[in-house]
């Protein structure tokens, strides 16, 4: 059975959260832009409507998520006092008080995601590291635990480039997680280089091996985001996709590879920005999402450059590169620790199902956004 302390600690954080959430501000907000869809002639300028309808939903889901909370919050209180004049039963109440710190949880969680780009779905790109097949499978392996984590969220999971490993696993995948909110804000917590350790079953010695693989996340735009591509500096080829799919997919150049030379607007140096696209065997359509991965990229760079200027928001992050593991994987001692946040977890196994709520929750805790509404 709860407490009186953990009964007053749900109430407490339902009542902060209304603070925090201005939600008396957020009210009349809603009715003022809500009030703005109502006008005539709004439909008229169909981009405009449709970045306000966006608006609108966005502050009534934070209204909605509160009166969630205070549901919940309420509903447990009602139970806490049946239970005292046994109108209901100590399981009910456990029931209730699950309930209402999950509420409560999700709703501080979201709160945390401030930055313009948090609510955005965004395209995921694993490479594998040195290591040949074995690290390769560790690509793969991490492939499944974001996939899992998608679909456990709800969200829409497509691969938009992969290359097979050479005996097992993969090279490389772009996937992108669309369909949701806040798969940006969630998943921008895993950019950087996974190590595992375990014994590998493709060594003969049975020896424990390291690898490693790179997870970069970006979000992914749409088309009410303003991204300039440079049409001059781009190209593209075409080429016979390979893989799944009969001998059909193998008869049409519907792949396509695209290229870009991106100009770094503080250093002036080039470099050149390659996707390529497999998804489906429609090459137009094929054209299309690369350009919408090209667009991502290129509005991850601005807004990358935006986040060095703000010194304080990427202070303690680690660079992504081969030597700064921020996660290390050890499956003999049944071990799972991030080396940011020093959380860890011996289930191994639901970690590779997809369960890295906890992960995601302690990093958005140390490092929070300082952007404000």
């Not at 996939?147 to 005996?167: C, M, P």
């Not at 390529?276 to 760079?301: F, H």
Request: hydrophobic content about 35%.
């Amino acid at each position: 059975m709860i407490t009186q302390e953990q009964l007053k600690d749900v109430l407490e954080r339902a009542d902060a959260l209304y603070k925090y959430l201005k939600i008396d501000e957020k009210k009349i907000e809603y009715e003022e832009e809500d009030l703005r869809t109502q006008a005539p002639d709004f439909w008229e300028d169909q981009k405009r409507a449709e970045e306000q309808m966006k608006k609108v939903k966005a502050i009534k889901k934070w209204i909605d998520g509160y009166n969630e909370v205070r549901s919940a919050a309420d509903e447990l209180q009602l139970a806490f006092d049946f239970y005292k004049e046994e109108m209901v039963t100590e399981d009910e109440v456990e029931a209730d008080y699950r309930h209402a710190i999950e509420a409560i949880e999700a709703l501080e969680l979201k709160n945390m995601l401030r930055q313009k780009e948090d609510p955005m779905d965004c395209v995921l790109k694993i490479n594998s590291g040195a290591g040949g097949t074995e690290a390769q499978d560790w690509a793969q392996m991490l492939m499944r635990m974001y996939q899992r984590w998608a679909e456990s969220h709800g969200y829409k999971v497509s691969i938009a480039n992969l290359q097979d490993g050479d005996e097992a696993g993969i090279k490389s995948v772009t996937m992108q997680i669309e369909g949701g909110e806040y798969s940006y804000g969630y998943l921008k917590s895993e950019n950087g280089v996974h190590r595992l350790v375990r014994v590998s079953p493709y060594n003969a010695q049975g020896k424990r091996m390291t690898s490693f693989a790179s997870v970069f996340v970006s979000p992914l735009v749409d088309d009410t985001i303003e991204v300039y591509v440079d049409p001059a500096k781009l190209s593209w080829d075409t080429f016979r996709s390979s893989g799944a799919g009969g001998q059909n997919v193998n008869k049409v150049e519907s792949g396509v590879r695209l290229r870009y030379w991106y100009t770094d607007p503080d250093t002036g140096e080039e470099e050149e920005i390659l996707i390529e696209n497999t998804e489906t065997r429609d090459q137009p359509k094929n054209k299309e999402r690369a350009m919408a991965l090209l667009r991502s990229q290129l509005y991850d760079r601005a807004m990358q450059k935006r986040l060095e200027a703000q010194a304080k928001i990427e202070a303690g992050k680690k660079k992504i590169e081969w030597g700064s593991q921020i996660r290390s994987y050890v499956f003999d001692d049944r071990r799972v620790k991030d080396h940011r946040t020093n959380y860890q977890t011996s289930d191994v196994d639901g970690v590779m199902d997809g369960k890295i709520d906890d992960f995601i929750k302690a990093y958005l805790m140390q490092f929070p956004s300082m952007d404000e509404d």
